[in-house]
């Protein structure tokens, strides 16, 4: 670890070895990465192994519905100009695949962790950060997440009274509500183009009042705090008035709002935005997302979109017509179960797009479509449905096991 004193006790050093010789039989026998279970294993063996490893660390905690594993990327990167840091990059971010990710950064400074909503409050009462970033909560895996209005309470009373810099998108009511509980809080203005699930006040319940990128509650006077930082255009406003470009190579007005957000984290750590965003520059693809891959002589542009909000900044990135798209949907355990959030997502948007619809779902999401007065296709696996499309690069658009899948398929 970093600094004089080893925080390892015997005990630990007994659960992080463990843990990585799990993790390496794991990948010997081809069952993925093996982090999850390496880390169970260890906190198995010593329950408090976690914060041990953070003990020395200055960790961020990021947690959202969307954009998670990319901002955590983004911010490992700007942080690497002030010392090593140690990231679950691939976005294993429950407490096992967190443990396993920190006993691999022995040398680190920062700690850059990825934490799945449901579990922000206990990861950030075990980690001691000094930051935590949080960029927006919609619906999400209907069947396992909590209603989001229920997710933001426990973000709220979990992190009360916090002493991390809380580092929280303005623009999404819901996360205004949960960072509220704490003292020290740096408002972003990363915008939101999903605003389905904040229309009543997460205070008192009253109709929330949305005058152009404004917002407030008529009833009790809950309102939008004003930002020290803000995405305006290809630009960050820093809390000077400094206008900083960004320069990505991620598509979309999403990931320059997930830049915003990092640069106002780098900064917590004495990491000017200059410096931080010419170094999100080197971010190219995310765990495959947005790669864009040759498959039989295609070219094909990898996509991720697990839920409405989702899909809605997808369909704003994508070519446009008449480019071909494969939508993709299982609903497998990690993607949740019930696909009624389906009917939340707005397919008109591919009106004049060639579509062709492939997953386990594929007949969910059909009807849907139909419903959408969308021409479209059905076919039984991306070869198929690569065949089935005109030319042109092709969009394909998947849910989380769909996009698992696609990346087998292509070998990406």
Known sequence: MAGNSDPLTPRAKLAVTAGKAVAAASRAAGRGSGSVIGGRVALKLDPDLLGRLAQNLDVVLVS???????TT??????????????SNALGANMPAGITSALAGGSDAKFGVIEVDEKYLAGVARDTGPKCIALLNLSRDQLDRAAETRMLAENWREGLAGSKAVIVANCDDPLVVWAASSSPNVIWVAAGQMWKDDAWSCPSCGGVMQRPGDDWFCGECGFRRPTPAWALSGDHVLDPHGSAWPIHLQLPGRANKANAASSAAVAAVFGVPPQVALERMYQVQAVAGRYDVVQFQGRDLRLLLAKNPAGWLETFSLIDPPPAPVIL???ARGADGTDTSWLWDVDYTRLTGHPIVVIGDRKLDLAVRLEVANQHFQVCENLDQAVQACPPGRIEVIANYTAFQDLRRRVGN
Not at 64 to 70: D, P
Not at 73 to 86: D, K, N, Q, S, T
């Open 64 to 70: 959202a519905t969307n954009g998670k594993t990319t």
């Open 73 to 86: 990327r983004l911010i490992a990167e700007a942080l690497r100009a002030a010392g090593p840091v140690v």
């Open 328 to 330: 993709s949907v299982n």
